[in-house]
């Protein structure tokens, strides 16, 4: 693909936004929405009534220049957007917070947000209170003040659906593909097909890269209870057909218009745009050493998304190929396919009946993590292993490149916050490790 029709809006699929790049992506598209802001500057007010919605970054450099008269490019909105780069100017990152229609008070929080600016020892995906005001619905919608709440911070995990007591038993959870293939906008297919151009031109030169394998997309969510006193939970997922270059490019530049807007029109409940969310997933926690420790994981530096960023044990996507049979999909098999793959928990790797040793395993919930448009259900196994024999399993798991490596860490609410609070770890993986408190 030469560079002459490459659509610069899919930037480098290498590096998707940082996250205060995506704040700065949703600030842009939502300027029209500050135009009654009283403490932005004098001079933001003058020109607001002028700013359509969805402002484009040749327009925001217009408008730096003409509030504060601090030059600046649509190339460098673009690296400041992508988190690429050397360190920002904070000359021109604070002239471009105030042409967004900031206050100032709200200019210097987010100079100097440690979550924000991914300072060491903060984790980039948590929400400190001051952004919810209005920045964090702002970025993620009214829902994001439904999301899980970790301490003083807010985590971006959105609930869907929860079990009742004891996690979703057998039928409660019917996941079905209807066959038919999803259809993104046209402007989104095309900049999906662009990223999956410039990922084939990096494997061809040798690097690695991802596979544009066949996933399933969310079409819908139904849930009833049931009629009688035990009032379960029992929910329908309906799948659509989609490629993975959707699952990349909903979470690159490319898609932030197409989930910010997404972000912004959703309602309890939250309910799924399908092209947005593909590659639906499950997250599940491994609880070993007697209950007294769970397995963390670093992931690869080699991974589209969250490079070398920590997580729970095992991360894995529903498969069109493999996982459904007779229509349906049972998450539970789902769950154990991942738990062979990713940590090498089977009979086979580990050598003794794996089901002798898994004394549980239990789905709870459903949700949506705000930060990417990912949808996962939430899950833990509890095994009768000691860390070092999951360790010396997942070494030989088929899947285990996914980690750079695995960690024990002690199975204590309060020290498992702490971890959160200061290592880059998304909501998924933070929603998966503290909601298990509630149902083991």
């Keep these: 693909m030469s560079s002459e029709k490459k659509d610069a809006r899919i930037g480098d699929i290498r590096r998707p936004p940082s996250r205060l790049g995506r704040l700065l992506i949703a600030l842009r598209y939502s300027i029209h929405t500050r135009r009654a802001n009283r403490e932005a500057s004098a001079k933001f007010q003058e020109v607001a009534s002028k700013l359509p919605s969805g402002t484009s970054r040749v327009a925001a450099a217009l408008l730096v220049q003409d509030v504060t008269e601090v030059s600046i490019t649509q190339d460098y909105i673009r690296r400041l957007e992508n988190g690429g780069g050397r360190k920002p100017s904070l000359e021109k990152l604070e002239a471009l917070l105030e042409s967004y229609g900031l206050s100032a008070e709200e200019v210097e929080r987010v100079l100097t ?54 996690g979703f038993r057998l039928g409660e959870v019917t996941i079905r593909s209807n066959e038919s293939i999803v259809e993104p906008p046209a402007r989104f297919a095309k900049l999906a097909d662009d ?27 139904v849930s009833e209870m049931s009629p009688d006193a035990e009032e379960r939970n029992f929910i329908t997922l309906t799948m659509q057909r989609s490629w993975y270059r959707y699952n990349v490019i909903a979470k690159q530049e490319g898609g932030a218009e197409y989930r910010w807007k997404a972000l912004q029109d959703a309602k309890h409940p939250i309910k799924p745009v399908p092209f947005l969310a593909s590659g639906v997933g499950i997250c599940i926690n491994v ?100 860390f070092d024999t999951i360790y010396r399993s997942w070494q030989k798991a088929k899947d285990r490149k996914e980690n750079q490596t695995i960690k024990s860490h002690p199975f204590d609410k309060k020290e498992l916050m702490k971890t959160f609070e200061l290592f880059p770890i998304w909501s998924s993986g933070i929603a998966c490790a503290l909601r298990t408190f509630d149902f083991y």
């Excluded at 990223?195 to 969510?221: H, Y």
């Excluded at 670093?298 to 490079?307: A, C, I, L, M, P």
């Design 195 to 221: 990223a999956k151009a410039q990922n084939e031109e990096r494997k061809a030169a040798g690097i690695r890269g991802w596979s544009d394998n066949p996933t399933f997309c969310l079409e819908s969510v």
């Design 287 to 386: 609880i070993c050493d007697g209950g007294k420790s769970i397995v963390l994981g670093q992931r690869s530096d080699h991974e589209t998304f969250r490079k070398n960023e920590f997580d729970v044990a095992v991360v894995e996507g529903i498969r069109p190929e493999g996982d459904i049979e007779g229509g349906t999909i049972d998450i539970m098999t789902v769950a154990r396919r991942a738990l062979s793959e990713e940590m090498g928990l089977d009979t086979k790797t580990l050598g003794i009946d794996f089901d002798a040793v898994l004394k549980r395993l239990v789905v709870f919930e459903f949700g949506c993590d705000l930060e990417f448009y990912q949808w996962n259900f939430l899950g833990f196994a509890e095994v009768d292993l000691d």
């Design 113 to 166: 947000d440690p979550n924000l600016n991914a300072e060491p020892g903060a984790n980039p995906h948590l929400i400190l209170p001051w952004r919810l005001r209005t920045l964090a619905v702002g970025e993620f919608g009214n829902m994001v003040l439904d999301a899980l709440p970790m301490g003083e911070y807010l985590t971006t995990w959105v609930e869907s659906e929860k079990s009742a007591d004891g």
